[in-house]
Nanobody, 126 residues
Framework: QVHLVESGGGLVQAGGSLTLACAASGRTFSTYTMGWFRQGPGKELEFVAAISPDGGSFDYRDSVNGRFTISRDNAKNTAYLRMNNLKVEDTAVYYC???????????????????WGQGTQVTVSS
């Protein structure tokens, strides 16, 4: 069992930055692929980024590639999403996800991912 808790959301102006954190319970954090998803107002849940269990491989949706950076600290059981140059269209509830799957599969597995956090709101104003 893995319990995920996100933090770090808030209100920021366009062009600004935020860092989200996802703290995980349990002693097997380093075996899980970690990911971030988001759901904007009136939109479906969408993949944002994923990172392999060892932290050496990454996958991003095209619209955030080059602006967002996913990382993890296995010693602290925490995953991060650094978001730079935020745009109004990045406004969403951001969810942390974890599963024992290959990191490139996470974006295809929204409906079957085993563990989810409760979400944190990110609002980008113009």
């Amino acid at each position: 069992q893995v319990h995920l808790v996100e933090s770090g959301g808030g209100l920021v102006q366009a062009g600004g930055s935020l860092t989200l954190a996802c703290a995980a319970s349990g002693r097997t954090f380093s075996t899980y692929t970690m990911g971030w998803f988001r759901q904007g107002p009136g939109k479906e849940l969408e993949f944002v980024a994923a990172i392999s269990p060892d932290g050496g491989s990454f996958d991003y949706r095209d619209s955030v590639n080059g602006r967002f950076t996913i990382s993890r600290d296995n010693a602290k059981n925490t995953a991060y999403l650094r978001m730079n140059n935020l745009k109004v269209e990045d406004t969403a509830v951001y969810y942390c996800a974890a599963d024992i799957i290959f990191f490139t599969i996470m974006k295809l597995s929204t409906s079957s991912i085993k563990y989810w956090g409760q979400g944190t709101q990110v609002t980008v104003s113009s």
